[in-house]
């Protein structure tokens, strides 16, 4: 009887499957933490702060996104919240004050002069920023 040879996966095979398995996870990792985690409310409309700030009635309940940083905590209280002047850098590239308040639910955030925070807000029936959601830039 003759004998059969013994076919089997060539090691370097294995080896080039696997590095380039390794490559497509860490594209799509890298591709989903550039797009996907950077704005997590990227299907919101941008709030338009010059509008705003002429005219805030004409935005009521309505939700918005922007980005800005804290500067400095102008109220308290047990009731409604707490309340912030943002600093919102405009594409001009100039910027403006923002008044955002910071419902009650948001208490367990740490929010601190200088940190920088992805907002979603609602314009609400008094024309103030109510923040609906928020994360950490």
Same mark, same amino acid.
């Given at each position: 009887?003759?004998?059969?040879?013994?076919?089997?996966?060539?090691?370097?095979?294995?080896?080039?499957?696997?590095?380039?398995?390794?490559?497509?996870?860490?594209?799509?990792?890298?591709?989903?933490?550039?797009?996907?985690?950077?704005?997590?409310?990227?299907?919101?409309?941008?709030?338009?702060?010059?509008?705003?700030l002429e005219n805030s009635n004409s935005l009521r309940n309505n939700?918005?996104? /922007? $980005?800005?940083? %804290?500067?400095?905590?102008?109220?308290? !209280?047990?009731?409604?919240?707490? =309340? /912030? $002047?943002?600093? %919102?850098?405009?594409?001009?590239?100039? !910027?403006?004050?923002?008044?955002? =308040?910071?419902?009650?639910?948001?208490?367990?955030?740490?929010?601190?002069?200088?940190?920088?925070?992805?907002?979603?807000?609602?314009?609400?029936?008094?024309?103030?920023?109510r923040v609906k959601s928020m994360d950490k830039v």
């Amino acid at each position: 009887m003759a004998r059969r040879a013994s076919r089997s996966i060539h090691p370097g095979w294995i080896a080039s499957i696997a590095i380039w398995g390794i490559i497509v996870i860490g594209g799509g990792y890298w591709l989903i933490k550039q797009f996907l985690i950077k704005n997590p409310y990227r299907a919101v409309q941008e709030l338009d702060v010059p509008a705003f700030l002429e005219n805030s009635n004409s935005l009521r309940n309505n939700t918005y996104t /922007f $980005s800005g940083t %804290v500067w400095t905590s102008l109220a308290w !209280s047990s009731r409604w919240g707490r =309340l /912030f $002047s943002v600093e %919102v850098i405009l594409k001009s590239g100039a !910027s403006e004050m923002m008044p955002v =308040l910071i419902p009650v639910e948001f208490n367990h955030v740490n929010v601190q002069k200088g940190q920088q925070f992805q907002f979603l807000v609602q314009v609400d029936e008094h024309g103030m920023l109510r923040v609906k959601s928020m994360d950490k830039v």
